[in-house]
């Protein structure tokens, strides 16, 4: 790092508050993907004024500026590949309100999802996206990539709740944006452009959230199918019930195996399994809507439909489910792991071609997922030292890819663009509507300092 840099940045946001230390650094160059770069330099912010003026200085010199959250973004989206600054958000960590009668959370961005969720469970109150990364993960970066959860489905994702931002521009200018009301049709809808836009746009430094009260009863099933036909065809019959369930989960085959060979759940070792969660505020509620539900799961093949007596019972079920990334992760050195979304009628055509695809590249994918929105999450295990299965695993993730966008999906329903995703972009998004995303990544940054080389937003 240039040494007159440096003490500016030192001047902005005090020697604590900056680091160029090795450790630090190793540390900034991954998240969660396989993707590993490193920057220049660290620093964290702890108003928006420092956010502002690291801004004017680095479009200034026209450096790198990469916004970070906690780092467990999948898809390579926080790492520094051009270099730079690190813009770690963790030290503007405050919850600043919380309006039960406005219906609203005003936090900084390095708040971590669980901190609200506790501060917002004494008043019955949650914020309800819940990724399964939220005891770590940051409220910016859940805004930054529209992150989202088992209950998709029902209650959406990052993007439906949040009300209004406050960001920093790439030139320092801070901009607010929506408001603090339950509607509003004023203007352009500004906040939703920086919603999933991973920190290529702006710096999110204050999120107004929309917050829910919380159902208070909820029944449990587990449906055992034998072909993943009859799987896929009863989620997409599902609808059909009247009811959207709050969760909606399937297992495929090698899910099942591994989640039985590290745990002692003894779950049906079955094609594919359901999992189903109807919620409400009182328990006949509830159990009146799973009925309709597993109505359907049985006009549709389903072997063995079981009811979770107890809340331990249920809560047994959600830890298996919970446990598939861990439990697959121990079978092979390397993994990925895929999040292709599709229309809900074509969940059983995904679940079939990812297997064909697994047969053809001979490597292993265990699918399983929020089949309740669509959204797969075909896991590939392989060895990441051997270049044959590192090829093989490319060649699966891309026809997975093309498969989504054939079947009417989406290469991401979760884990975003990053790096990982940047070269299929034109797979999904037409010329025209490539060329308008680089145009308002021009406009906002023409000097392309903000999170660099991501999106596929240089083309
Ligand atoms: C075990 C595991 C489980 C996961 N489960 C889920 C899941 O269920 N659902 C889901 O959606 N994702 C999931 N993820 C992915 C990841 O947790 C989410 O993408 C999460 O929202 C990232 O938050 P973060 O704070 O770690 O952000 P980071 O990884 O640090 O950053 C992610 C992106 O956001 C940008 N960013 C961060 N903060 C800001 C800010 N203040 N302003 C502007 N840009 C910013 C960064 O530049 C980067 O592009 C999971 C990851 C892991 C490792």
Known sequence: ???????????????????????????????????????????WPRTVVHVSEILKLANRQKIPVIPRGAGTGLAGMAVPIKGGIVLDLNRMN?????????????????????????????????????????KVSTLGGNVATNAGGVKGAKYGTTRDYVLGL???????????????????????????????SEGTLGVITEITLKINPKTTAATTALAT????????????????????????EILGRETINAINQNTELALPEVDAILLAETDGYTKTETDFQMQKIIEVFKKNNADQVKLAQTQEEAA??????????????????????????????????????????????????????????????????????????????????????????????????EHGIGLQKAPFMSLEHDNVAMDVMRSIKKMLDPNNILNPGKMALEG
């Open 1 to 43: 790092m240039d040494p007159n840099i440096k003490q500016e940045l030192i001047d902005i946001v005090d020697k604590e508050n900056y680091t160029d230390n090795l450790i630090d650094l190793v540390s900034y160059s991954y998240d969660a993907s396989h993707f590993t770069s490193r920057p220049f330099c660290g620093v």
């Open 94 to 134: 405050q919850i600043k309100k919380i309006s039960i009668e406005d219906r609203l959370a005003v936090v900084e961005p390095g708040v971590v999802y669980a901190s609200l969720e506790k501060a917002l469970a004494q008043f019955g109150f949650l914020f309800p996206p819940d990724p399964a990364s939220g």
């Open 166 to 196: 406050q960001v920093v521009l790439p030139d320092g200018r801070i901009m607010r944006t929506g408001s603090k009301t339950m509607k509003s049709v004023s203007g352009y809808d500004l906040t939703k452009i920086f919603v999933g």
């Open 225 to 248: 199918f034998n072909s993943l036909e009859d799987a896929g065809n009863a989620v997409s019959q599902s609808m059909y019930s009247g009811i959207i369930p709050s969760v909606l």
């Open 316 to 413: 047994e079920l959600w830890a298996a489910r919970k446990s598939a990334y861990a439990v697959l992760a121990r079978l092979k050195p390397s993994l990925i792991i895929e999040d292709v979304t599709v229309p809900m009628s074509k969940i059983a055509d995904l679940l079939k071609g990812i297997k064909e695809i697994s047969d053809k590249h001979h490597i292993m994918i265990a699918s399983y997922g929020h089949a309740g929105d669509g959204n797969l999450h075909p896991q590939l295990m392989y060895d990441g030292y051997d270049p044959e299965q590192v090829k093989n695993q490319e060649a699966a993730s891309a026809e997975i890819f093309e498969l989504a966008i054939r079947l009417g999906g989406t290469l991401t329903g």
